[in-house]
């Protein structure tokens, strides 16, 4: 009995490891055709054993259908269609990752022959730091960041007031009054502050415009890890019970909680950074940020020569870049026409409307109700 | 006021299922401390019996064509797959502490050491990411029953009852309550709950009446493996949006608490649950709880920190623990394997 128990066992076990190291071979070096981030696999086995181009994940999991799914679709795409080998790296302890945690998955990435490593979210900087101070040939994109004063690190932030104004602007123009935004990251993540100062001024202005007043619930709870939690989904459920017809859900995996808040009260979610009505039919649109295309044009500034460019130096990507905005392929919204929103995106563009992005401003006015839930 | 029933609901139902969970194995004897893990395991066993469903053809019909029964009786199988590899799952623990009379606190740790690795292994395994979701749509539009569900219209206006007992609920949460019902009685009423309980109190004297005490505290742990697995599942679907991520956010831990506070007794229990769940309600939505429907939202108004209604439910456990503890009084013999010669 006990031989048979543990010959089953290794079996099991065999069979268990044998499924892991199910992952596609590519040869390196000959260039792939793929069309989309979707039929690229996220693990691939480079002959070597190194790796070219890696990314190391933001707080929350990789297929957070946000934002780092959105980077990493950007970065392996990139590669595939490049031949070069790729790989991403999640910081130990999830959630509750710490700067050595982060510092750790880089250095895992360099010693494993990273050329250049993409790294997002702003709470990177301490950890990108020692990195790049310790792999100086090693050149590092900083998504959502700053200028680190370091010649290897290029840093890429976004003008997401713009995208969160035109999201805010197109919901109350759809004919919604009472608005909802959730945010992660608890109030100190520049980037979500940035998308709900935008989200609260988008639709200010189109209230003025339609002569009404918007109420807008403003929370940064339950978002500081950018989780799905039952608390989370029971403060959605609340404020759809109360009247809220439509939420922005700014923050990774929230989002989860939210749609189906929303689902069950037969309410609207607005997403983030990537397009999410695939994920949910509660989407009616989505606060685009361009971080895949981002990512995947940095990397390849560090191959063609011209990463001197951005190395040492912050840029800042809106409109302009097409960077920002709303998805125009899988329209849902009926009352606001795209061609409405294009010639708003133009005026943004050519910068007849400029959008403030200092978000200590956020308040009231005569046609915004900030209702500020702590 | 329906606001807070239904969400009071969400988070005392897996509560006290899984309390009572506590009590089947306590009550033959054996403590069972992991509860957390094998709702972690039911929960991911559950979720993963959905997605499973969601691959088949007719599931799919189903929902395209609105049979609401058929779904329903999708998540009804997946409570049961649930249950039952909740209560395989729990034999581990039945092997270690009746059959090796190894230490119980340690065997129970040890399956919470372990589900939650599994399950993350298992998901990874499965979708390559850590979080296993439903493979299309949500819980709320696949599972929920809705006035639209019943065949009234989206606007009907329905009595307060109905829009808070019959609109925007699941069925899982009221079987669960049933089976909480029913298998409270077995436990006071029948030959089977009493032959139990003795094997909790003096399990030597009850063998010397013939009783198998090894078999009734197997029966004891396996109810409770089921329960909690159960319970598990019932957490995912309402609370989770129907995923699984090897994480049920401390609710096998809460509910062995919810179990000492109701004194290893159901009806306790459920006051005990409905308690907690009601203070855990309060503390995630008190912006939005409108206590006698004037437009006035008092909680939020009345300018207390937040912080003070996030620390509520604990703050309650422990005061009424303070006043009650001198009362409690755990199952004689629990913890103590049970050893023939020693009669």
Not at chain 2, 289 to 302: A, K, P, S, T
Request: hydrophobic share 45%; proline share 2%.
């Amino acid at each position: 009995m006990k031989k048979f128990l543990a010959v089953i066992l290794s079996v099991a076990m065999v069979i268990a490891l044998a499924a892991c190291g199910k992952t596609a071979t590519t040869n390196s070096g000959a260039k792939t055709e793929y069309k989309t981030a979707d039929d690229v696999p996220d693990s691939m086995t480079s002959k070597d054993g190194k790796y070219e181009v890696s990314f190391v994940t933001d707080v929350g999991q990789l297929k957070d259908k946000s934002f780092n799914q959105g980077t990493y679709d950007g970065v392996k795409l990139n590669a595939a269609q490049n031949g070069r080998s790729y790989k991403y790296y999640q910081p130990a302890n999830g959630d509750q990752a710490t700067d050595d945690d982060r510092y750790d998955a880089m250095k895992a990435a360099a010693e494993a022959g990273a050329k250049v490593i993409v790294c997002a979210g702003f709470m990177q900087g301490t950890a990108l730091e020692k990195a790049a101070k310790e792999f100086p040939e090693v050149k590092f994109v900083f998504i959502d960041g700053w200028s680190l004063g370091l010649p290897n690190v290029a840093g890429i932030c976004f003008k997401e007031e713009q995208c969160g104004y035109f999201a805010g602007y197109a919901a109350v123009k759809e004919g919604y009054t009472n608005l909802g935004f959730c945010g992660g990251g608890g109030g100190t993540n520049p980037a979500c502050c940035r998308y709900g100062y935008g989200f609260a001024q988008g639709a200010e202005a189109a209230a003025k415009e339609l002569g009404k007043t918007v109420n807008l619930n403003y929370s940064w709870a339950y978002g500081a890890s950018f989780s799905a939690s039952m608390e989370l989904q029971t403060m959605a459920e609340g404020w759809y019970q109360n009247g809220t017809e439509v939420i922005f859900a700014c923050g990774g995996s929230m989002f989860s909680s939210i749609a189906a808040a929303a689902s069950a009260n037969d309410k609207y979610v607005i997403g983030v950074d990537s397009d999410q009505s695939f994920d949910s039919d509660t989407v009616i649109t989505s606060a685009l940020k361009g971080v895949g295309e981002a990512a995947a044009w940095a990397v390849a500034k560090a191959y063609d020569g011209t990463w001197d460019e951005i190395g040492n130096n912050a840029v800042s990507l809106g409109a302009a870049d097409g960077a920002t905005g709303l998805p125009t392929a899988t329209w849902k919204l009926k009352n606001y026409k795209v061609e409405d929103y294009q010639k708003q995106l133009a005026d943004v563009v050519s910068g007849k409307l400029v959008i403030d992005d200092n978000y200590e401003n956020l308040k009231s006015s005569e046609n915004l109700n900030l209702i500020i839930v702590e | 006021m329906t606001f807070i029933i239904q969400q009071t609901i969400v988070y005392a139902v897996p509560l006290m299922i899984v309390a009572l969970a506590g009590v089947y194995a306590e009550r033959s004897g054996i403590i069972n401390l992991a509860l957390e893990g094998i709702m972690i395991f039911g929960a991911f066993c559950g979720v993963m019996f959905v997605n499973i469903m969601q691959g088949q053809q007719w599931v799919l019909n189903a929902f395209a064509q609105k049979q609401y029964g058929l779904l329903q009786l999708v998540e009804i199988l997946a409570m049961l797959t649930a249950a039952i590899l909740g209560a395989v799952f729990s034999l581990l623990l039945s092997f270690a502490s009746i059959n090796l009379r190894a230490d119980q606190t340690i065997g129970g740790t040890a399956l919470n050491l372990l589900a939650p690795a599994l399950v993350l292994f298992l998901v990874r395994l499965l979708t390559a990411q850590n979080t296993l979701f439903m493979s299309t749509g949500d819980a709320a539009s696949w599972f929920m029953l809705k006035k639209t569900t019943f065949g009234f219209d989206k606007d009907a206006e329905l009595s307060f009852i109905g829009n808070t007992f019959l609109h925007k609920v699941y069925l899982a949460n009221y079987l669960c309550i049933l089976i909480f019902i029913i298998l409270s009685i077995i436990l006071y009423k029948t030959r089977f709950g009493l032959r139990l309980r003795s094997c909790g109190e003096n399990p030597q004297a009850a063998n010397s009446l013939g009783i198998n005490v090894i078999k009734m505290r197997y029966a004891g742990t396996t109810i409770s493996g089921a329960l909690a697995g159960m319970g598990g599942f019932v957490y995912a679907l309402a609370a989770a949006n129907c995923s699984s991520n090897g994480d049920v956010a401390g609710f096998g831990f809460l509910a062995l608490a919810v179990m000492i506070f109701g004194n290893w007794n159901p009806l306790t229990i459920a006051g005990a649950s409905f308690l907690f769940g009601l203070f855990k309600c309060i503390s995630a939505g008190y912006s939005s709880i409108d206590i006698n429907m004037d437009g006035v939202y008092l909680l939020r108004e009345i300018g207390v920190s937040p912080h003070v209604y996030r620390m509520l439910p604990y703050v309650i456990t422990l005061i009424v623990l303070a006043f009650t503890s001198k009362n409690s009084r755990a199952p004689k013999a629990e913890g103590i394997p049970y050893d023939k010669s020693m009669r």
